[in-house]
């Protein structure tokens, strides 16, 4: 009988994450691993659904509360970030030595262009049970207005 492996997800985890033609996107697989470990491809997950009257971003955030996720709007993006530490109570406690440590701790975050249209004031966001909603609402872009500009002729 098989047991979870106290290495792994399961028994072939590693022996196989760099087998050829194992996953198409190695090198951007490799990259989220560097950055975030394992479990990159798990953090933040969003979906977007556009309806008649904006945009439906609902963002996964398990584990993380209210105060610890942020959104901001700069230049046009709509950058949502999140960052948890250790509890200071956890850090006091430890006394041992981990074999796995699998909670997450740190910082991630996220940009979508929305429009320099789009006002802070327009976004609305709800967080309940580790879910992040947001709704922008569609801002047509005003056409630039062109200034007639006379050029001097020298001669």
Not at 20 to 43: C, N, Q, V, W
Not at 47 to 52: A, C, F, L, S
Not at 54 to 73: I, N, Q, R, S
């Amino acid at each position: 009988m098989l047991m979870p492996s106290i290495f792994g997800e399961n028994l072939f985890d590693d022996f196989f994450g760099d087998f050829p033609f194992y996953y198409d996107d190695r090198a951007m697989k490799d990259t989220e691993k560097k950055l975030y470990g394992r479990r990159a491809s798990h953090i933040m997950k969003t979906d977007i659904k556009e309806t008649d009257k904006g945009y439906e971003l609902v963002v996964d955030l398990p584990g993380f509360t209210k105060d610890e996720v942020k959104a901001d709007l700069e230049n046009g993006y709509l950058t949502i970030s999140a960052e948890k530490g250790l509890d200071k109570d956890e850090q006091e406690k430890e006394t041992g030595r981990y074999i796995r440590k699998e909670r997450y701790a740190g910082a991630c975050s996220r940009s979508f262009y929305v429009g320099k249209e789009v006002e802070k004031e327009d976004i609305k966001a709800e967080f309940k049970h580790g879910v992040l909603t947001l709704f922008v609402p569609k801002k047509e872009a005003k056409p630039a207005v062109e200034q007639k500009k006379t050029i001097a002729i020298e001669g």
